[in-house]
């Protein structure tokens, strides 16, 4: 992974879209131009929204335009395709991953005059529209059901620290990279394209150098690319960095009964 885009996914001054298609771009390989889509998505919602003065009452058409007139609403999934996770491809099959749909939103939002941002609520990623100093409507980029206060309080309880002082933080853009950069790994391990998650593990690992469960995937994905001695030394690392961890001492007991000079190496 080049220093030029690691600096680009690591700038908060970075439009956060534009970094998650050169992201897209890093990881399959191919640049593609989504301009007229998203500028297409972008007219749609601001005609539907331009000649609303009340902030309120644009957030809730501009939320009805996008996830019923645009089918944006779907299903929560407990594992996503790689398809959701590349912008054109997800829209066109309207199936968006949950932090993709939230970036998108929130993209389309902020262009039709709607104050949006990622905020983190237990346990996921949601989108909140500003609408005044009082009131923000904070929903589910998936389903696009909104939080009232009270189901917003049930879940800022799970938080440890001063309830009064308790803030909707926004998401910082690191953090919701190395979030989709993780699901969309899991997403290639699944359909089995390891090549395409070790360009996964490698932007984590440079994003977080030496996260042992990183280099403990890493060391699975060359393990299953037949690069046998590289996966090695990573499963050792975490082995030895992780000792207690249980996957950690079924590794140990695998490692211990491989001699790297018995194995054909590739």
């Known amino acids: ?57 644009r957030a809730e058409v501009l939320i009805n335009a996008l996830f019923v007139d645009q089918l944006f609403i779907d299903c929560q999934q407990q594992n996503w395709p790689v398809l959701s996770y590349q912008v054109s491809p997800s829209l066109a099959h309207k199936l968006i991953s949950p932090i993709l749909k939230a970036v998108l939103i929130a993209y389309v939002a902020n262009a039709c ?82 090549d395409n998650a070790l360009k996964c593990v490698d932007m984590l690992l440079a994003l977080n150098p030496n996260d042992p469960f990183e280099r403990r995937d890493r060391g699975f994905l060359l393990h299953q690319l037949d690069c046998f001695k590289v996966a090695y030394d990573d499963y050792q690392y975490f082995v030895e960095q992780c000792p207690k961890d249980p996957a950690a001492q079924l590794l140990k007991l695998q490692l211990d009964k491989i001699s790297i000079s018995d194995t054909i190496l590739h």
């Open 1 to 57: 992974m080049n220093d030029l885009l690691l600096s680009e996914i690591k700038s908060e001054k970075n439009e956060l879209l534009q970094t998650f298609l050169l992201l897209e771009a890093y990881v399959f390989g191919h640049k593609t131009d989504l301009q007229d889509e998203l500028d297409d998505l972008v007219e749609y919602c601001q005609a539907e929204t331009n000649e609303i003065s009340d902030p309120i009452e």
């Open 113 to 194: 005059d709607c104050e949006a941002d990622i905020v983190f609520v237990p346990e996921q990623a949601m989108l909140r529209i500003v609408c005044d100093e009082n009131y923000a409507i904070i929903f589910d980029p998936v389903t696009g059901e909104s939080l009232n206060w009270h189901e917003l309080d049930e879940r800022m309880s799970d938080i440890s620290g001063d309830p009064f002082e308790i803030t909707l933080d926004r998401m910082k853009q690191e953090s919701l990279v190395l979030e989709h950069i993780t699901s969309l790994k899991a997403a290639f391990i699944r359909e089995q394209a390891y």
